[in-house]
């Protein structure tokens, strides 16, 4: 096999992977709730991949000799562990599945069980984003931990622990029944945007690992819809990150200088991108029920509508905050929704706004300074917005906003 | 619990702590420290060329110009903080001015060593 094909097949194996990761783990997971030797036995899968594929040819169906290859492992696996508990009646069904899905058949999609597993209240919520990018998207664990700002060390523990809890704290692989589901939902749907929010504040210029991360958070939300489509609040969420990945491209200057929203150029934004989060956005309100991320991407929306209209409609965006606090009153809320009636009423309304916040919660919040900051500059009160510039300067983790807010500052 | 923010710095960093923006950033973080609550304390060093290093080779005393780690960055200050938790102080170590310019090593203080060789 030549140079060229060779490397063809193993861009196959990368992208059945990248396709296939989640479901394999979800589906070989499901009866015995074991998320760790599922993932074990399909790394040992991908390793024999390597190795046989581009000797014998990729397989008319790679997923399904994935699958086949990983169960074979997977059963030696368990069998090892000998955790004798309800193994044994696992390992009979695994082996009577072996010989009904044939290497060319289907077998159910599991991820949005998998996708409730890890988003499970007996888990700590601090682990939920980090299981799902491991389990679903087959992220490593030094790569969620650079992310997260933890050592690989420890999210690696951390993930390890919380896949102990799944398997032997019998958790259940299943779809929350209709009344339980909006909390488990959201704990899913906060958990893809915690993903993309972490991506979103790590882009830097062009920092590949910011921009990995908010696109897998797009893709996790993809694969939801796909399993949920009737879910308003899954559209709203993916309307909305969409609305905020359009914009990428202007985020910065050519010289790699942080842009706010305010002076982006509109033709910098992606319109394919906005017009997809439209059709999701007005998929989801035909459904009539609002939800946080709904309004959310409701507020984006009305920023996009400058690319068409050359102008920001704020009044109505601080409607939609209005609505959002009703629902969901974060600190990011309330200080976006002081920001809202600054600009829709004068900078002392939006002080007046900022001043109910207590400032007991808001002495590690950047934005509440760099908004605070903002508007007693605009009102001429130099001193004090020097120091609400400080306080947003030395609060700030990206060197362009702190390069920004010191220009700003003078 | 007490953690020292080590803060390791470039050439470049160096050549413009005395400057704007870098000294403007430094200011707004130490105010924020002190604002959270979190400060104990913390100094910067005087450049690494300032530096002398000190060994004791079978009884004679070995004196070197210039610091002890031959590194691109180099020590160039400490901060305490009080905090709760390793997650906290990576997130203060992130802010601070030094991280995009160099480096911040956390590392928890040892109080209970402290204790014992204070005794």
């Known amino acids: 096999m030549n140079g060229s094909s060779q490397e063809g097949t193993h861009r196959t194996i990368e992208r059945v992977a990248r396709e296939s990761y989640g479901r394999l783990v979800a589906y070989l997971s499901s009866h015995t709730h074991d998320v760790a030797s599922a993932e ?114 420890t999210m690696g523990q951390r993930l390890v622990r919380a896949k102990t809890k799944i398997r032997d704290g019998g958790i259940q692989f299943e779809v929350p029944q209709e009344h339980e589901l909006p909390p488990r939902l959201d704990a899913v749907l906060e958990a893809i945007y915690a993903a993309f929010g972490i991506g979103w504040d790590d882009m830097t210029g062009a920092d590949q690992r910011g921009r990995d991360l ?58 394919p991108l906005i017009e997809e989060a439209e059709r999701h956005l007005a998929e989801a309100s035909s459904r009539g029920r609002t939800g946080r991320f709904q309004l959310e991407a409701a507020i984006q929306s009305v920023h996009a509508d400058r690319a068409r209209s050359g102008r920001t409609e704020w009044a109505a965006i601080m409607l939609f905050y209005e609505q959002l606090i009703r629902i969901s009153p974060t600190l990011g809320t309330r200080t976006g929704y002081a920001a809202a009636v600054a600009e829709a009423k004068g900078p002392e309304a939006g002080l007046a706004v900022l001043g109910t916040i207590d400032l007991g919660s808001v002495s590690g919040y950047q934005p509440y300074w760099a908004v605070r900051a ?37 | 619990m007490q953690f020292a923010l080590l803060i390791y710095e470039s050439p470049e960093a160096f050549a413009t702590r005395n400057t704007d923006p870098y000294n403007a950033a430094w200011r707004a973080y130490y105010n924020a420290l002190v604002e959270a609550g979190i400060y104990v304390g913390g100094n910067p060093l005087e450049v690494p060329e300032t530096g002398t290093t000190v060994r004791l080779k079978e009884g004679k005393r070995r004196v070197q110009d210039g610091p002890y780690a031959d590194t691109k960055e180099q020590l160039g200050g400490f901060t305490i903080l009080e905090l709760p938790s390793l997650d906290a102080a990576l997130d203060w170590a992130a802010r601070c001015p030094a991280a995009s310019v160099g480096a911040v090593e956390v590392r928890p203080l040892a109080p209970e060593l402290k204790r014992r060789i204070e005794r």
């Open chain 1, 214 to 271: 908010a696109e897998e958070a797009i893709w996790l939300a993809r694969v939801l819809l796909q399993l949920m489509p009737k879910e308003a609040e899954v559209r709203g969420l993916l309307a909305l990150m969409l609305h905020c990945e359009a914009r990428r491209a202007a985020r910065r200057g050519p010289d790699g200088r942080y842009v706010p929203l305010s002076e982006q150029d509109s033709q910098q934004w992606s319109l």
């Open chain 1, 40 to 153: 074990d036995a399909l790394s040992e899968a991908l390793v024999a991949a390597l190795a046989a594929w581009p000797r014998d040819g990729v397989p008319q169906n790679p997923e399904a000799w994935l699958l086949t290859t990983a169960r074979r492992s997977f059963i030696d696996l368990v069998r090892h562990q000998q955790v004798a508990v309800a193994s044994e009646p696992t390992l009979l069904l695994l082996r009577e599945e072996s010989k009904d899905v044939s290497l060319s058949t289907a077998f159910p999609d599991e991820r949005l069980k998998l996708l409730f597993v890890c988003a499970h209240p007996a888990i700590d919520p601090a682990m939920h984003t980090p299981l799902m990018l491991q389990t679903v998207l087959g992220l490593d664990a030094a790569r969620i931990a650079h992310a997260f700002l933890v050592s690989p060390t």
């Open chain 1, 374 to 410: 903002h508007l007693l500059q605009r009102l001429g009160k130099t001193s004090e917005a020097a120091d609400a510039f400080d306080r947003a300067i030395g609060l700030a983790e990206d060197p362009a906003v702190r390069q920004f807010l010191l220009q700003r500052r003078g």
